[in-house]
């Protein structure tokens, strides 16, 4: 089936560096993914909707100085988290869309998930 | 706006025992609907989705659903809950626009 690999699984990183999130689509063409952010305990927020080729769309109230998303191939988005700060220290998930033939008949397909630390 | 509620903040179950994970949508034409299972420090698997057609699904891990339009509910279910069963479930739709909507999630707790 479809795979999404998302890397790093975790990353602790100091106040103000930057972090990049991988994610890729091992065994299938993403024209589409999201990211997603997702507090402890709580259920996950879209972020921003990435598209190949073109400039990632960003849901009302994110920052997109702040979240830099790039999807410059059909396998790969990343996000970049620029000037982190303690406040950004979330679990950051991507999904991908299975571009498949013949219409609505395709899945999501969930990354495993970045446990981002800004100490 | 396309919405899911899941009531329940969590559920504690006996091993063994069936399960039920409530949720609720909000659209006025059929929505797609899907149940996630989210492990502790992971990512979320597909359990099962519906679209169209039958209205009882089958997913995977035993687990099924159903989707009633006259109460506006996909229900989880299990038979026979296992400890290995115990995560955070949640529910969701998704836009025409093909973005995933997800409810507050249910944490299951399975005691022996």
């Known amino acids: 089936g479809a795979v999404v690999s998302q890397h790093p699984s975790w990353v602790i990183c100091k106040s103000g560096t930057s972090v990049k999130i991988e994610c890729r689509s091992l065994d299938f063409q993403a024209t589409t993914m999201f990211w997603y952010r997702q507090f402890p305990k709580q259920s996950l927020m879209l972020m921003a909707t990435s598209n190949e080729g073109s400039k990632a769309t960003y849901e009302q109230g994110v920052e997109k100085d702040k979240f830099l998303i790039n999807h410059a191939s059909l396998t790969l988005s990343t996000l970049t988290v620029t000037s982190a700060h303690p406040e950004d220290s979330s679990f950051y998930i991507c999904?991908?869309?299975?571009?498949?033939?013949?219409?609505?008949?395709?899945?999501?397909?969930f990354g495993s998930g970045t446990r981002l630390t800004v100490v | 706006a396309q919405s899911v509620t899941q009531p329940d903040i969590h559920i504690t179950v006996s091993e063994g025992a069936s399960l039920e994970l409530r949720c609720n949508y909000s659209?006025?034409?059929?929505?797609?609907l899907f149940w996630y299972v989210q492990s502790p420090g992971q990512g979320l698997q597909l359990l099962l989705k519906y679209f169209s057609g039958d209205t009882l699904v089958q997913g995977i891990k035993g687990f099924e659903a159903e989707f009633k339009r006259s109460q506006s509910s996909f229900n989880l279910r299990k038979p026979s809950v296992h400890w290995s069963d115990a995560a955070e479930y949640f529910c969701a739709t998704h836009t025409g626009g093909f973005k995933t909507i997800f409810g507050a999630g249910t944490r299951l707790f399975v005691k022996a």
């Open positions: 999904s991908a869309r299975d571009t498949l033939p013949g219409g609505f008949n395709y899945g999501y397909t």
């Open positions: 659209y006025g034409a059929t929505p797609y």
